[in-house]
């Protein structure tokens, strides 16, 4: 070998040492598989639903006439003048009907029975009486009231006004002529002034509301990838708007704000929490945004890719097929790091063992529903020199192979992850049967925590309600 030539195969040498050194030195300045890095904050996760109610007057109508109770009220020795009093039952007397009058106020039609008896007042020609006379009169008075939902969920009505009686009420005894009608709109408005107006928690909702809630709020179990975890709805806020829609019904605006919290599956509450006051609200659409904290220990990570990518073969060039073995995930930084443990073998017979190292952000594609990994870095963390040289030679291919391999399909993963929430959400009352439409489920994105990777849900609906 003359020396030009010697001189220029050295040369080329060291370039390529050079080259080769400086493609290690950007990957480890690059990739540091030790470093600690800063973690991202997780998001906190809030909830909201907000359902329009429209419930028909035919709903109201049925729920009036059901929870009304026959007897209304009792009066005891009423004096009627001229010397007489009355005893008398004043009950319902068939079906009660309902019609707005504006957004406010709503008009009511309460058919009403009086029955009793009338005598004369202790002395007098009373002994002279065989008997009291009955009396048995139907009467179908029409008022108009302001109802209203108090924030401590108590139903009060604060105008009460009697617009007419609906017939007269009049008898005759001993040949006296009696027209009791202004009696009787005097008890009526006295009965109003003493148990409806002057009481505000006139009514409570609480129960009716409790009862719904318990099926809506209670604490349950879901399984994903074999995992249990509890899940408990927090309210922080109730809200309602009411309005009354003439020919129609009435318009209720309910909605409700919270978070969704995780528990051990050993120490899943057994109750719902409590109800917060009711606050107004100024939202009519028709709307389910639940935000759930799904999160996956590292442990649990590994298992889940190696069900997804143990044992597949990334062809690296002609000579040699690398195989994955084992996967260590971890924090690194906003991305992911994998260590993966692998065997390049040889088409040849030899194998060449060693780990690399995978950094990337995990981006969910809402339309094939995969995970795929995105700004996939990675570098060797330990193997032979040989396998070292071949991974950089082929970088780029190797590169586009494992991008192209590190996908997963966690379509069941979120479907299992909220299973049974539809079945919650769907319920059936004596007023009305409550479904979900249109779940969709996606990640809001991925946070390496130091325990494991945090992926809130998002869980997006609308209801649909059928009234009896």
């Not at 179990?221 to 020919?247: A, F, M």
Request: aromatic fraction near 8%.
């Amino acid at each position: 070998m003359t020396a030009p030539t010697f001189y220029t195969s050295m040369k080329s040498v060291l370039i390529f040492w050079i080259g080769v050194g400086g493609l290690l030195a950007v990957s480890c300045k690059s990739l540091d598989p030790a470093a600690s890095l800063p973690l991202p904050a997780v998001p906190k996760t809030t909830s909201s639903v907000n359902v329009p109610l429209e419930i028909p007057f035919s709903t109201l109508t049925a729920v009036a006439n059901r929870e009304t109770p026959s007897l209304i009220f009792r009066q005891r020795g009423m004096d009627l003048g001229n010397g007489l009093v009355g005893d008398f039952d004043f009950s319902r007397n068939g079906k009660i009907q309902l019609r707005a009058l504006d957004q406010q106020r709503l008009e009511v039609m309460f058919p009403l029975k009086i029955q009793g008896e009338v005598g004369l007042k202790p002395g007098g020609i009373r002994n002279l009486l065989q008997s009291n006379v009955p009396i048995n009169q139907s009467l179908a008075p029409v008022f108009v009231i302001n109802p209203e939902v108090q924030s401590n969920w108590y139903l009060g009505i604060s105008e009460f006004e009697l617009m007419d009686l609906g017939g007269k009420m009049a008898l005759s005894v001993l040949g006296i002529e009696l027209d009791l009608s202004p009696l009787v709109r005097q008890e009526i408005r006295l009965f109003a002034k003493q148990e409806l107006t002057s009481k505000p928690n006139l009514l409570a909702l609480k129960p009716l509301m409790e009862s719904i809630w318990n099926q809506v709020g209670k604490p349950i179990l879901v399984e994903v990838e074999g995992k249990k975890t509890g899940l408990s709805i927090r309210p922080d806020s109730v809200k309602i708007r009411e309005y009354l829609q003439p020919n129609k019904g009435l318009h209720l605006d309910l909605g409700f704000q919270g978070q969704v919290e995780l528990h051990p599956s050993t120490a899943v509450p057994s109750r719902a929490f409590p109800l917060p006051k009711i606050s107004p609200n100024t939202d009519g659409y028709n709307r389910i945004d639940l935000e759930l904290p799904l999160a996956f220990t590292y442990a649990e990570l590994d298992a889940l890719i190696q069900k997804s990518f143990g044992g597949q073969a990334l062809r690296m060039n002609k000579s040699y097929v690398f195989q994955a073995n084992q996967f260590r995930t971890q924090a690194y930084g906003d991305r992911l790091g994998v260590t993966v443990a692998f065997t390049a073998i040889s088409n040849k017979g030899g194998e060449l063992k060693g780990e690399l190292f995978l950094a990337g952000h995990p981006v969910y594609d809402p339309v094939t529903k995969v995970l795929r990994v995105e700004n996939l870095d990675f570098i060797m963390k330990s193997g032979g020199m040989k396998a070292m040289l071949g991974t950089l030679i082929k970088r780029g291919k190797i590169h586009k192979q494992l991008s192209q391999q590190m996908k997963m399909p966690l379509g069941e993963t979120i479907a299992e992850s909220l299973k049974g929430l539809q079945g919650l959400l769907s319920l059936q009352t004596p007023v009305a049967n409550l479904s979900i439409q249109g779940l969709q489920v996606v990640p809001l994105g991925f946070y390496p925590t130091t325990t494991g990777l945090a992926i809130p849900l998002k869980a997006t609906a609308t209801t649909a309600i059928q009234w009896k």
